[in-house]
Nanobody, 124 residues
Framework: QVQLVESGGGLVQAGGSLRLSCAAS????????MGWFRQAPGKEREFAAA????????YYAESVKGRFTISRGNAKNTVYLQMNSLKPENTAVYYC?????????????????WGQGTQVTVSS
């Protein structure tokens, strides 16, 4: 049973930073794609970043390029999302997701497993 548990969300001022963590368990994730998606109030869930666990190839939404960094900790089965220069419009629930089928990293429907989400609130 795959389990994804996010942590690290919270309240931060505009311009600040947060690092989200996603602890993954239940499978060997070396062939997975791990993604971070977010959903703001009243909006659809959208892609933020993804990483191919095996090769470390990363993907980013245009809106977060240069400010967010996704990485993995091989020893700990953990994926991180470092978020810098945060803006109020980045306020959302951030979800970790895992795709076992090597699908399109920005397509949420390719992902098999989802965490419960962690709230990020950026104040102006």
């Amino acid at each position: 049973q795959v389990q994804l548990v996010e942590s690290g969300g919270g309240l931060v001022q505009a311009g600040g930073s947060l690092r989200l963590s996603c602890a993954a368990s239940g499978r060997t994730f070396s062939t997975f794609t791990m993604g971070w998606f977010r959903q703001a109030p009243g909006k659809e869930r959208e892609f933020a970043a993804a990483i191919r666990w095996g090769g470390g190839i990363t993907y980013y939404a245009e809106s977060v390029k240069g400010r967010f960094t996704i990485s993995r900790g091989n020893a700990k089965n953990t994926v991180y999302l470092q978020m810098n220069s945060l803006k109020p419009e980045n306020t959302a629930v951030y979800y970790c997701a895992a795709d076992s089928r090597w699908g399109s990293p920005a397509n949420q429907y390719e992902y098999d497993y989802w965490g419960q989400g962690t709230q990020v609130t950026v104040s102006s």
